[in-house]
């Protein structure tokens, strides 16, 4: 079975530009995570989707960051314009049921502003 | 306050050597979940356990093995003979009541062959 996949891999980008990263979550899960790893801060959790509704975004850290799950199967995460400061790994993660699930990880974006 | 503390930061360890990495949880649910996952340097995360509360059973897969105990709020991790290819960064979570986990900050751990 397919596992989360994300896209790009990797995304080398200058500053105020719009970036666009794609999430496909495992096929049956109903909600899906999206998470920014730096150094920093660890592992922050940005938004999540239950039924393709967001139902938690208090993590996105500014207006700059907005994510849509128009149908079951996709997700985006688009941050206009990027900073420096966006530079990170972006995971998606899905898990069936909303209650205490496993989540499951993509292989992450790991995005560059310059 | 952490939720999930990993106290461990970094622990290096000859190969074939037992390591135990640490978490310890903070939660006032009677129902949670418990998690610990492993990035290797290729940085994917990749799940390896999920423990409910009511559920103090150690358990064993292979070389890896979890102690769970709700009297002292820990999480244990512990890798038997250790081998080159564990060397990543774990991560123990915490879920309560709704989706959101809390994750711990990670011990990095080497196997220095």
């Known amino acids: 079975d397919a596992g989360v996949i994300q896209s790009p891999r990797h995304e080398v980008t200058e500053m105020g530009q719009e970036v666009t990263l794609r999430c496909k979550p495992i096929s049956g899960h109903n909600s899906l995570f999206w998470y920014r790893q730096t150094m920093m801060r660890g592992l922050e959790l940005l938004i999540y989707?239950?039924?393709?509704?967001?139902?938690?975004d208090s993590g996105m850290p500014e207006d700059r960051f907005s994510a849509k799950m128009p149908n079951a199967s996709f997700s985006t995460l688009k941050i206009q314009p990027s900073e420096p400061r966006d530079s990170a790994v972006y995971f998606c993660a899905s898990s069936l049921g909303i209650l205490r699930e496993t989540q499951y990880f993509g292989p992450g974006t790991r995005l560059l502003v310059l | 306050a952490q939720k999930v503390t990993q106290a461990q930061t970094e622990i290096s360890v000859v190969e074939k050597e037992d390591v135990t990495l640490d978490c310890v949880y903070e939660?006032?649910?009677?129902?949670?979940?418990l998690f610990w996952y492993k990035q290797p340097p290729s940085g994917e995360l990749v799940f390896l356990i999920r423990r409910n509360s009511f559920d103090e059973q150690n358990e064993i897969s292979g070389r890896y093995s979890w102690n769970f105990q709700k009297s002292t709020s820990s999480f244990n991790f512990t890798i038997t003979a250790s081998q080159v290819v564990d060397s990543a960064v774990y991560f123990c979570?915490?879920?309560?009541?709704?989706?959101?986990?809390?994750f711990g900050t990670g011990t990095s751990l080497t196997v220095i062959p």
């Open positions: 939660t006032r649910d009677t129902t949670y979940y």
């Open positions: 979570a915490l879920s309560e009541e709704g989706n959101q986990f809390y």
């Open positions: 989707f239950n039924n393709n509704v967001p139902i938690d």
